[in-house]
């Protein structure tokens, strides 16, 4: 299996396409040009037309976000483009959503805390015991190794919906697991993470050439020495798409969080209170933008500051061949 | 902020006990007699995932399958859960959603992701307007929920609008209207939610892998006189069919998992009910996970000619490596 180089030759054809260095352009007659360059306006303007549309979704959670509360009680009573009109901000339902002040407050900061303390274990849990794994998986020889590893990338596709049931049972009744504690969160999610991590961990940890690893052999180092000395330092930029992924997943998961949380400001993640928020009627509705982005400024900030990462990930466990 | 230091100490102690076993499993694997060092390494890299993974997905897999060949009672009643899923018209309503469902997120997704991956190759700001595009996937579905409920927002006619699109159909001198109310379309809105997200996956990957097509194919084919659709259909599409199929797969089971959509925005009333959103209402909600577990098997029947079918792309390429 090889994982397509794809950003190497992405920037070869960007060199060899660079305008006006191309003997193909020049001999192209004007007709032509012209014609080239008017479906390349309008491509430009239908990109730009679906850009726009994607992010007016977002960008009108935000402006609503910083809306003063309605005059009257109940929802607000125009749309946030008026904001533009009667330039009105405030951050105070920011305050209100965040603090525990009140009956009806949605407490948010003791459920975004819950959120980090699930997300920083499980991704630490995922990327040690599947970096191991895709270790024996790539280089570890023994009887059967490749049907087992078709098995274990089969295992991603079981939904998670089919494990839910048994497990709950199993970590309640057999293994009585603390209820009002991470634990099951962490178990469960670390458990879901694992198929994905190997996979995509195998395909850039086999890629790493062999003489490597025979060199350090030859030294004398045994299989721990070259897993942490030699693989993982190795495998950094890989580790670091599986880190954002699973971060992603994990901080963004709301099933897996109904099942094992019990829902208590204690455990519960964020993903669980705004479910909970957005599902009632009530009012102050009118904070559930400012709620919404709570939740998703973490991911949003991950995502566009580590986003080369993200995608180099993507395509190394996506593409193949 | 006194809550922080119980969050605290729970992280800390579980990385600690996680830090400690893999510490001793490393001190085995490194004292393990030279005769079977290499089996004791395979074994002992292998077994934390593979225990977590036998227990976390085979075993529950297993049991969820017998499970749903018995009533709410724990007693065995053969197809009767079967029976109740094809027959009765709420469950037949679900299953049909769930085919409209993996039918037009893989297909609509993955037109748009290809179409504005060519608009925007090569194109001013490229990058800014993928991130645009693909910023979605960072926000959860119950976030992403939430905005979307924002959009499709319905107040009476007459009354000022404050949802975008009812905003709009008002100016146009439409009436407004119930989008996530009005069955069987209110299905196709939450779909566009879906959309929404899976396009900028769709865009990433398969953006990488055009410019991986060669742009000799591109030149011979302008040269031949092939215009911009021709050169598109016959070059650029049969260039990059891996990745199309990688990513009509991918969303594809994404799709069939879907279950935060739906519950954020209308719970699965409506008749907007999928599957993967059934199984959670019938296993923990309606006490019936006899009938939740046939459901979740459902899903893994409609999942499994995909799994096969990539496992063996998958098993052709590990031999050819």
Do not use: C
Request: charged letters at 15%.
């Amino acid at each position: 299996m090889t994982a397509t180089p794809a950003p190497k030759e992405a920037s070869k054809a960007a060199t060899r396409q660079r305008p006006g260095s191309d003997p193909a352009e020049d001999a192209q007659p004007m007709m032509r040009r012209v014609k080239t360059k008017l479906t390349s306006k309008w491509a430009t303007a239908a990109a730009i037309i679906i850009a726009v549309v994607w992010s007016v979704p977002t960008f009108g959670l935000f402006v609503t976000s910083f809306r003063p509360a309605p005059k009257q009680v109940g929802p607000r009573s125009n749309g946030w483009w008026n904001a533009f009109l009667d330039w009105d901000f405030t951050v105070k339902n920011y305050t209100d959503v965040l603090t525990p002040a009140g009956s009806q407050s949605a407490n948010l900061s003791q459920y975004f805390a819950n959120s980090v303390a699930i997300v920083i274990p499980v991704t630490i849990f995922v990327l040690v015991l599947a970096s191991m794994a895709a270790y024996v998986f790539a280089w570890g020889k023994f009887k059967g190794r490749d049907a087992l590893f078709i098995f274990v990338f089969a295992l991603q596709i079981i939904p998670l919906q089919m494990a839910l049931i048994p497990l709950l049972q199993l970590f309640t009744q057999t293994l009585h697991l603390p209820a009002g504690s991470y634990a099951q969160l962490w178990i469960a999610h670390t458990m879901f993470g694992l198929p994905l991590g190997i996979f995509l961990l195998h395909n850039f940890i086999s890629e790493i050439p062999g003489e490597v690893i025979e060199a350090a052999r030859v030294d004398g180092a045994g299989h721990s020495t070259i897993f942490w000395r030699i693989i993982l330092p190795l495998s950094v930029p890989a580790l670091a798409s599986l880190a954002i992924f699973q971060f992603l997943w994990v901080w963004n998961d709301l099933l897996v969080a109904l099942v094992f949380s019990g829902g208590t400001a204690d455990v519960a993640p964020i993903t669980q209170r705004l479910a909970e928020i957005s599902g009632t009627r009530g009012a102050r509705d009118y904070l559930n933008p400012a709620a919404a982005f709570v939740s998703i400024i973490i991911p949003l900030l991950v995502f566009f500051g580590l986003q080369r990462y993200f995608v180099r990930g993507l395509l190394s466990g996506g593409l193949k061949g | 902020m006194e809550f922080i230091g119980g969050k605290l100490l729970q992280v800390v102690i579980a990385l600690a006990i996680f830090a400690a076993i893999i510490g001793i499993l490393m001190l085995v694997v490194d004292r393990a007699p030279k005769s079977v060092k290499d089996k004791v390494t395979v074994a002992g890299f292998l077994a934390p995932a593979g225990i977590l993974m036998l227990v976390g997905l085979v075993y529950p897999a297993v049991r969820t399958s017998m499970l749903a060949f018995t009533d709410a009672s724990g007693q065995g009643n053969g197809f009767d859960n079967f029976v109740w899923m094809f027959t009765q018209p709420e469950a037949l309503t679900t299953l049909r959603n769930t085919i409209i469902w993996t039918i037009l997120v893989p297909l609509l997704s993955t037109s748009f992701g290809l179409a504005y991956a060519v608009f925007i190759d090569k194109a001013r700001g490229e990058r800014v307007l993928k991130s645009l595009v693909f910023m979605p996937m960072a926000i959860s579905f119950v976030g992403a929920g939430i905005i979307w409920k924002l959009v499709y927002d319905y107040r009476g006619p007459g009354i000022e609008q404050t949802g975008v699109i009812n905003f709009i159909r008002d100016a146009m001198g439409m009436n407004p209207k119930q989008f996530l109310l009005d069955a069987p379309e209110n299905t196709i809105f939450l779909i566009i939610v879906m959309v929404w997200i899976q396009t900028g996956f769709a865009m990433v990957i398969l953006s990488a892998a055009i410019k991986g097509v060669p742009v000799e194919l591109i030149e011979a084919a302008r040269l031949d006189g092939a215009n911009a659709w021709q050169q598109f259909r016959n070059v650029t599409v049969p260039g990059i069919r891996g990745a199309l199929v990688v990513v009509l797969t991918t969303i594809t089971i994404a799709t069939l998992k879907v279950f935060d959509i739906v519950r954020t925005m209308t719970a699965g009333n409506y008749d907007t009910s999928v599957v993967a959103n059934e199984m959670y209402t019938q296993a923990f909600r309606a006490g019936e996970p006899g009938r939740g577990a046939a459901l979740a098997l459902i899903l893994f029947l409609m999942v499994l000619p995909i799994v096969v079918y990539n496992a063996r792309v998958l098993r052709k390429q590990r031999e050819i490596h």
